[in-house]
Structure formats: structure tokens, C-alpha cells
């Protein structure tokens, strides 16, 4: 079976760093995505990871251990503007045409 | 990165009317679509996955004579909420997949509305 686990809400402060968490639990593994999504938009690429290991872009950076079922979404440097809901998104068996199936979303509040 | 749009934006109906979504890539080929629905403060639960020139997949609890998906070409991808009622109303997100490459990108969303 499929199941994807993120907290439900965080909240933190402009300025700081925040790391989100997802945990996955999977029959097949082909990578694993982080969406940023804003109130009534549709969500926008963040990163993919597919081997172990840290990706950085900017002040996002996201990290994956495949042994462990485990992602993390680290924003640095947080803005205002970074409030939004944070989606984990994990690609099933290697096959050509396989959908993203979605963790239910990390909703993130900046504060000043 | 690749663009996806979608038309209309926002819909309002009637109940048992019919709805009509498009799906467009507009600067790629994209031989699978994917449709998503989102109700509010939840995440986006795959309906189906449409292959241009072929039947779509539904996923399990989504019926195919409401939801009717057709992908005529590389570049649009369309779905039909037939009978639309007051539960049909949700945030339809189509998404396509550039051939050869891992990311799926996904179109600015419709907002329906059934009376």
C-alpha cells in the first residue's frame, strides 16, 4: 500500500528556519517531490529527490533517506511570502506513465 | 519550466448540468495528463490518468460515466462532470508530465461550483 505522513501545521517565525517532515511507507520507490501550494492555486515545483541525500536550492533544500522512508523540506531565511501549504508527493513503481500520490499537506504560518 | 493552463478558472452551475474542464500544455508535449480534485484544507486526490489517444485510468471510487476524460491530442486533455451536484463542487487540478523527464507540472486549477 501507499501511505504519505507530514504534520498538518507549523508555524514559525520570519526570518528563521523550519524543517517540514514527510515519512512514506511504499511497495515501489521512484522519487520523491515537494510542492509549495498557496490558498486556492494550483501547487508549484519545490524539488525531487530520487537518490539519499541533501538537495539545496536557494533557501529551500530537501533531504531524502530511502532506508528510512523519510524526507525533509528545510526553509531558510523564512518570509512572509513562504506561508503557504507544503505538499510531499512520492512517485510509485518505475513505470512510465506512474502519478504523483500526495501526502494530505503541511500548511506553514510566517509570523513576525 | 513547462506551462499547463487550464479553462475556465471559475465555474458556476446548476445542479445536473454538465461542466467541461480543458487542459492544455502549452509549450510541450504531454503524452499523460493527470486530473486531480481537491476539497478544502485536504490534499489532491488522483482521479485519473489520461493517455492522449487512449481510454483514461480511473482510480478506485471515481466513477467514469460522471467523470468523462478524453485526451485528443499531445497538447489538451479534457474532463466532463456530467450531472453535476452540489458534492461535485471542489478544485480540479489537471497535471501533465513532460515525456522523458520526472517532474509533473500542474495547471492553475478550476473552481467548481454546483447550485
Known amino acids: 500500500g501507499q501511505n504519505i505522513d507530514q504534520p498538518t501545521e507549523m508555524t514559525a517565525t520570519e526570518g528563521a528556519i523550519v524543517q517540514i517532515n514527510c515519512t512514506y511507507q511504499?511497495?515501489?520507490?521512484?522519487?520523491l517531490f515537494w510542492y509549495q501550494q498557496h490558498a486556492g492555486e494550483a501547487p508549484t515545483f519545490l524539488s525531487y529527490?530520487?537518490?539519499?541525500g541533501l538537495e539545496e536550492k536557494g533557501r529551500f533544500s530537501s533531504f531524502l533517506s530511502r532506508s528510512k522512508g523519510y524526507s525533509y523540506l528545510l526553509l531558510k531565511e523564512l518570509q512572509m511570502k513562504d506561508s503557504a501549504s507544503y505538499l510531499c508527493?512520492?512517485?510509485?513503481?518505475?513505470?512510465?506513465?506512474?502519478?504523483?500520490?500526495f501526502g494530505k499537506g503541511t500548511r506553514l504560518s510566517v509570523i513576525a | 519550466g513547462a506551462v499547463v493552463s487550464q479553462h475556465p478558472s471559475r465555474v458556476i452551475c446548476k445542479s445536473g448540468t454538465s461542466v467541461k474542464i480543458e487542459c492544455r500544455s502549452l509549450?510541450?508535449?504531454?503524452?499523460?495528463m493527470f486530473w486531480y480534485r481537491q476539497f478544502p484544507k485536504q490534499s489532491l486526490m488522483l482521479m485519473a490518468t489520461?493517455?492522449?489517444?487512449?481510454?483514461?485510468?480511473?482510480e478506485q471510487g471515481v466513477e467514469k460515466d460522471k467523470f468523462l476524460i478524453n485526451h485528443a491530442s499531445l497538447t489538451l486533455s479534457t474532463l466532463t462532470v456530467t450531472s453535476a451536484h452540489p458534492e461535485d463542487s471542489s478544485f480540479y487540478i489537471c497535471?501533465?508530465?513532460?515525456?522523458?523527464?520526472?517532474?509533473?507540472?500542474f495547471g492553475p486549477g478550476t473552481r467548481l461550483l454546483v447550485l
Open positions: 511504499t511497495s515501489g520507490f521512484n522519487g
Open positions: 489520461s493517455n492522449e489517444g487512449s481510454k483514461a485510468t480511473y
Open positions: 508527493a512520492v512517485r510509485f513503481p518505475n513505470s512510465g506513465n506512474t502519478p504523483l500520490v
Open positions: 509549450d510541450f508535449q504531454a503524452t499523460t
Open positions: 497535471s501533465a508530465r513532460v515525456a522523458g523527464k520526472e517532474t509533473q507540472y
Open positions: 529527490n530520487v537518490l539519499d
